[in-house]
C-alpha cells in the first residue's frame, strides 16, 4: 500500500521526486517533459486561476450561516470588524503562498511546502489528516448544503426528508469525482461559469442592500459595538469562522505545475480574488443589516434566504438555486486542487504508488481524485460531519501556520532560492503568528474539539513509522498491505 519515500536529498535541502519502476513519470515543472511522458498539461490560465481562488473560498457560508462570527463577537460592528480583519489576514496569507508557489514549482500547496522546509515527517503527518479526515469531511459539508438548497424550491412547504437530501447529495458528489477524472479544461470551464453565478449571486444580495442604505435603513448600525462584549473565548472561535469562510485562497498552489506562467499568474490571481472576496463578503454584510437585525440573524438558518424574502418576494426563489451553484462549484474546485495534494505525496512515496499515476488519453490524476469517493461517502452517511470539522479546524490552521513559518525558515536557510515573487518578511510573521495564537487560544477555549483533533492529527505519527520507515515488515503485513 505505502512504499519507502524516494527521496533524494540535495545539497541545497530541497527534495526531488524519485522514478519507481513501472511508474509514470514526475512531473517536476523544472524538467522538460520527455518524449513518451504522461503529464499533467498547463492548462490553469489566469482566468481559470482566478476562478479556482474565488470558486472554492465562496461557497455555503456566507449565503447561509454568517451568524457565527455575529455569536462570537456580541455585536454588530465588532463581527464586521472581524470580517475585515479575517479578510486582511487571508490577504497576507495568500501572498505568503504566492511567494512559495513561484520559488517552489511544484504542485501540492501545504504538503509541499513543509516537505521542502521541514522534511518527511511533518509533510505525510499533513497528507494524512487530509486524506483520512479533512478533505472527506469538508466536502461531505459543503456537498449536503448543496444538496439541501437544490431540493429548497421542491419543498417549500414542508420539509426535505434527510434521505432525499444525502441521496442527491450522492449523486452530486458521484459528478463532480467524474468531471475532475473526465477532463482539467471542461472542470476548468465549469469552474468559470460557476464562478460568475457565485458573484451574481452575491451582488443580488449587495445591490439590494445599497439600495436600503440610501433609503437611509442604517437603524441597525446604530450603537454597532454596543452589546455583549467579545470575551477571550469567543474570539478565536470568531476567527475560525471567519479564516472558514475565507478559506480556499491555497488552492492555486496545489496545481502549480499545471499553472501557465507561475511567476505571473500565480501572484496576480491570488491578489485579484482576495481583493474580490473581501469586499464582496464585507459588503454582503453589511446588506444583510439593512434589513435583518443582529437578533434575526442570529435566529435564521439560512440569512440569505431570510433577506430575499423581505425584499425581493417570488424571486427570492432564485436564491437557493444560486446557493446550490455556489457548493457545487466550491465542491468542483476543492476536488481539482486537493487530488493534485494526492498526486505529489504518492510522488513522493508517501501515499500508494497508484495514486501518482495519470490517465493515458485524458491526462488526469485519475486514480488521486477516484480515492475520495468512497472516503466521502462513509462521512456523508455516517457521522456528525460539523463536530468533525470543529475537531480538525485548528490542525488546518496549525499546518498553515507551519508553512508560512516554513517560508521565513527558507529565507534563511536557502537565501539564493530564486523568488520571482517577495514579500516584506513582517507579512509571514504576523501571519504564521496569528494563527499559531488562534490555535494556542482554541486549545483554551475550546478543549475537548480541538484535543480530539490533536489527538487525530498525531495519529499520523506512527503511521509513518509503520508504512514509510519500517523496512523489516514481516510477510503477513505486506501481504496484507497488497505487497
Not at 445599497?210 to 448600525?221: D, N, P, S, W
Not at 459588503?283 to 440569512?303: D, M, P, Q, R
Amino acid at each position: 500500500m505505502f512504499r519507502k519515500a524516494a527521496v533524494t536529498t540535495v545539497s541545497n535541502g530541497s527534495y526531488l521526486q524519485g522514478q519507481a519502476n513501472g511508474r509514470l513519470p514526475s512531473m517536476d515543472s523544472r524538467q522538460p517533459a520527455q518524449e513518451g511522458k504522461v503529464v499533467l498539461k498547463k492548462k490553469v490560465t489566469l482566468l481559470r486561476g482566478i476562478s479556482i481562488i474565488i470558486g472554492t473560498i465562496i461557497g455555503a457560508g456566507i449565503f447561509i450561516s454568517p451568524k457565527g462570527i455575529l455569536k462570537n463577537t456580541g455585536s454588530v460592528g465588532m463581527s464586521l470588524t472581524v470580517w475585515t480583519v479575517c479578510g486582511i489576514l487571508s490577504l497576507f496569507g495568500a501572498l505568503c503562498y504566492a511567494e512559495l508557489g513561484t520559488c517552489i514549482k511544484k504542485s501540492g500547496g501545504h504538503y509541499t511546502y513543509i516537505l521542502e522546509a521541514f522534511g518527511p515527517l511533518p509533510a505525510f503527518v499533513r497528507v494524512w489528516v487530509e486524506l483520512l479526515i479533512i478533505r472527506p469531511a469538508a466536502t461531505a459539508v459543503i456537498s449536503l448544503a448543496f444538496g439541501r438548497y437544490i431540493l429548497e424550491p421542491f419543498f417549500m412547504q414542508c420539509e426535505i426528508p434527510e434521505l432525499a437530501i444525502k441521496l442527491i447529495t450522492a449523486v452530486g458528489i458521484t459528478l463532480v469525482m467524474v468531471l475532475n477524472s473526465t477532463s482539467i479544461s471542461w472542470s476548468a470551464r465549469i469552474q468559470i461559469i460557476l464562478t460568475f453565478c457565485k458573484l451574481v449571486a452575491i451582488l443580488i444580495i449587495i445591490v439590494p442592500g445599497v439600495i436600503q442604505l440610501i433609503k437611509g435603513e442604517t437603524q441597525h448600525f446604530q450603537n454597532a459595538f454596543a452589546g455583549n462584549d467579545a470575551s477571550v473565548m469567543g474570539l478565536p472561535l470568531a476567527f475560525y469562522s471567519g479564516m472558514y469562510a475565507y478559506s480556499g485562497w491555497f488552492y492555486l498552489n496545489f496545481v502549480t505545475e499545471e499553472v501557465e506562467n507561475p511567476e505571473k499568474n500565480i501572484p496576480l490571481a491570488i491578489c485579484i480574488s482576495m481583493i474580490i472576496v473581501t469586499v464582496g463578503y464585507v459588503l454582503t454584510n453589511v446588506a444583510y443589516f439593512t434589513t435583518i437585525s443582529a437578533g434575526e440573524l442570529l435566529l435564521s438558518k439560512a440569512v440569505a434566504v431570510t433577506f430575499a424574502e423581505r425584499l425581493m418576494g417570488n424571486f427570492s426563489l432564485a436564491v437557493p438555486i444560486f446557493v446550490a451553484l455556489s457548493c457545487f462549484g466550491s465542491m468542483n474546485g476543492g476536488i481539482f486542487a486537493v487530488s493534485r495534494m494526492f498526486f505529489v505525496a504518492s510522488r513522493e512515496g508517501h501515499l500508494p504508488e497508484i495514486l501518482s499515476m495519470i490517465h493515458v488519453r485524458k491526462h488526469t490524476p485519475l486514480p488521486a481524485v477516484i480515492v475520495l469517493h468512497p472516503l466521502t461517502m462513509i462521512m456523508l452517511f455516517n457521522g456528525d460531519l460539523y463536530s468533525l470539522l470543529n475537531f480538525l479546524s485548528f490542525a488546518r490552521w496549525l499546518f498553515i501556520g507551519l508553512v508560512v513559518a516554513g517560508l521565513i525558515y527558507l529565507r534563511y536557510k536557502r537565501p539564493d532560492m530564486p523568488r520571482p515573487f517577495k514579500v516584506p518578511l513582517f507579512i509571514p510573521a504576523l501571519f504564521s503568528f496569528t494563527c499559531l495564537f488562534m490555535v494556542a487560544l482554541s486549545l483554551y477555549s475550546d478543549p475537548v474539539n480541538t484535543g480530539i483533533g490533536f489527538a487525530i492529527t498525531l495519529t499520523g505519527v506512527p503511521a509513518y513509522y509503520l508504512f514509510i520507515v519500517w523496512d523489516k515488515k514481516p510477510k503477513w503485513f505486506r501481504k496484507l498491505l497488497g505487497k
